[in-house]
Nanobody
Framework: QVQLVESGGGSEQPGGSLRISCVAS????????MGWYRQAPGKQRELVAMRFSGGRADIANSVKGRFTISGDFLKNTVSLQMDNLRPEDTATYYCKVLLQESYFADNTEFWGQGTHVTVSS
């Protein structure tokens, strides 16, 4: 079984910073991409940032220049440094990982349980 455990998040004022992290554990042969989605109340879940094992990183335009994604594919961890936070960043942030549990297994996506981020004065 694969587990994704998220940490960090919380409440911050506009202009502040928060960092969230996600660790994947369990039966893991290889991880191909790790990243973050978010879902605000009443809105669809959207991609925030994704890190690929080959080095590429995708960042949503809405957070570009403010958020930084980092990934360690040996330690199976991905983090999101969120700076200059805005009220519209308020959402539940979900870790998402694409991995292979064994050499012969298909690639499978896993989701974390979500961590809340609230930006308010």
């Amino acid at each position: 079984q694969v587990q994704l455990v998220e940490s960090g998040g919380g409440s911050e004022q506009p202009g502040g910073s928060l960092r969230i992290s996600c660790v994947a554990s369990g039966r893991i042969f290889a991880i191909y991409r790790m990243g973050w989605y978010r879902q605000a109340p009443g809105k669809q879940r959207e991609l925030v940032a994704m890190r690929f094992s080959g080095g590429r990183a995708d960042i949503a335009n809405s957070v570009k220049g403010r958020f930084t994604i980092s990934g360690d594919f040996l330690k199976n961890t991905v983090s999101l440094q969120m700076d200059n936070l805005r009220p519209e960043d308020t959402a539940t942030y979900y870790c998402k990982v694409l991995l292979q549990e064994s050499y012969f297994a298909d690639n499978t996506e896993f989701w974390g349980q979500g961590t809340h981020v609230t930006v308010s004065s």
